[in-house]
């Protein structure tokens, strides 16, 4: 089965960045959607990020100019770029994976463990 590795979260000044990161492995697949969420204590769990095989990326309004989603194909992983970071960014981040075969059949829906990062003022 698919699983998803997140990493890269840690504390980190106001305006400052980090790079998290989620890496797949346990599968053969040919398309994929790979997200990331973010949901603070008290909030409900929110999309951040996502790219999507063939397509462009797309960003929830907060992060938009703040936050890039790219992917690594050496280390077949999909990194979230984070700079400026405020303390509202303060969350436990999650990536989702959505994995497809030829014809867009999907054989894959996973969710990584989260990674907390946390932004002081």
């Known amino acids: 089965e698919v699983q998803l590795q997140a990493s890269g979260g840690g504390l980190v000044q106001a305006g400052g960045s980090l790079r998290l990161s989620c890496a797949a492995s346990?599968?053969?697949?040919?398309?994929?959607?790979i997200g990331w969420f973010r949901q603070a204590p008290g909030k409900e769990r929110e999309g951040v990020a996502r790219?999507?095989?063939?397509?462009?990326?797309e960003y929830a309004d907060p992060v938009k100019g703040r936050f890039t989603i790219s992917r690594d194909y050496a280390k077949n992983t999909v990194d979230l770029q984070m700079n400026r970071l405020k303390p509202e960014d303060t969350a436990v981040y999650y990536c989702?994976?959505?994995?497809?075969?030829?014809?867009?059949?999907?054989?894959?829906?996973?969710w990584g463990q989260g990674t907390q990062v946390t932004v002081s003022s």
């Open positions: 989702h994976g959505d994995f497809y075969v030829t014809g867009w059949t999907r054989v894959a829906n996973v």
């Open positions: 346990g599968f053969t697949f040919d398309d994929y959607a």
């Open positions: 790219v999507v095989s063939g397509a462009s990326t």
